[in-house]
DNA sequence: TCCATTTATCGTAATATCACAATAAAACAA
DNA sequence: TTGTTTTATTGTGATATTACGATAAATGGA
């Protein structure tokens, strides 16, 4: 079908495959990191430094931005786009909860 | 096509989007929730606990196997599986310097 | 106004993912 | 051996994803 049954998960676990799932395709994890890097707010330059088509990367920054990661600034004829901090610190304590689950574990089998 | 373009992004990069592919499903964050839960290691009555059928879970179950994430000891008729923590623990590092790019960072726009 | 620049959208081809019914395979019990 | 239980595999339909050429839309400058 190509279509997760979220109906029967819980909203963390939804969450989290939600998240996940957008850092899923290594061209949007490239991006993430590069305008962290790019302290100042960067636009379409973005096309550059990655080796996409300027729609590819267009798809993946408008991804990131349903999700609520990047904001996009319009400046003239060109967009600038930036972390939303405040987003990406509630991204983290979600995914965290999630992959923080080992500790309190003991060996197991 | 609906292929990512992994030769032009870096080992670290594809990485993450390597692990973060597979929580990008609520049913595979179940999973290992459960197996963390049940501390013992836990067969099939995953596919009770989870609400999918049998062969759905399976093929899950396959994926994170392949990852490494778990591991599956035949035991009569039945496979008990478990976390393989040490692989957690790799893959959460991976995942985890991906997620605090965010210290050492100013506001931006 | 007309053109150049930049980004978004549309359309589409190739491939991947998700779910499950049907069935096979493996192991044990009677 | 025959049946039972448990898990894996196969096959398939429905949908999603990735990538990009072509084109539209928006803005600023000549």
Redo the contacts between chains.
């Keep these: 079908m190509g279509l997760?049954?979220?109906e029967?998960?819980?909203d963390a676990?939804?969450e989290?495959?939600y998240y996940?799932?957008?850092?899923?395709?290594?061209?949007?994890?490239?991006i993430?990191?590069y305008l962290?890097k790019i302290?100042?707010?960067v636009c379409g330059d973005i096309v550059n430094e990655?080796?996409?088509a300027q729609p590819t990367i267009s798809q993946h920054l408008k991804e990131l931005k349903h999700l609520g990661l990047i904001?996009g600034?319009v400046e003239g004829t060109s967009v600038?786009y930036?972390?939303d901090?405040e987003k990406?610190?509630t991204m983290?304590n979600s995914?965290?909860r999630?992959?923080n689950?080992?500790l309190a574990?003991?060996?197991?089998?």
């Design positions: 997760a049954k979220t029967i998960f819980t676990q939804n989290v495959a996940a799932k957008a850092f899923g395709h290594p061209a949007r994890v490239a993430l990191q962290f302290n100042a707010c990655i080796g996409l904001k600034n600038c930036c972390i901090l990406w610190a983290k995914m965290e999630f992959l689950m080992d574990r003991k060996d197991c089998c």
